[in-house]
Nanobody, 120 residues
């Protein structure tokens, strides 16, 4: 079974860059037809798909976040990483890494999530 685990700082200051890493076990991020995504859930709101990196290495981003988002991967460590620049308090959310067959909030596997708060 595929397992995902998010890691990264829980507190980020405004204007800084948020960086989270997802470590995958039980499956390779370069095999199959999976898309490895980041989604988030702000307080009191629904899930929001942010972007994904495909098994091929191609990347896809939500249009409203594209200018601030970068997703990359380290195949030697079976990890993929989210970087979100110029954060504001509106980026405060629980961040999840997921694996699925598309670029949306439907997923097959999901990490437990990590709370990220943007505050000075």
């Amino acid at each position: 079974q595929v397992r995902l685990q998010e890691s990264g700082p829980g507190l980020v200051k405004p204007s800084q860059t948020l960086s989270l890493t997802c470590t995958v076990s039980g499956g390779s991020i370069t095999s199959g037809n999976y898309y490895w995504s980041w989604i988030r859930q702000p307080p009191g709101k629904g899930l929001e798909w942010m972007g994904a990196i495909a098994y091929s290495g191609n990347t896809y981003y939500r249009s409203s976040l594209k200018s601030r988002t970068s997703i990359s991967r380290d195949t030697s460590k079976n990890q993929f990483t989210l970087q979100l620049s110029s954060v504001t308090p509106e980026d405060t959310a629980v961040y999840y890494c997921t694996s699925g067959l598309g670029t949306d909030t439907d997923y097959l596997y999901r990490g437990q999530g990590t709370q990220v708060t943007v505050s000075s």
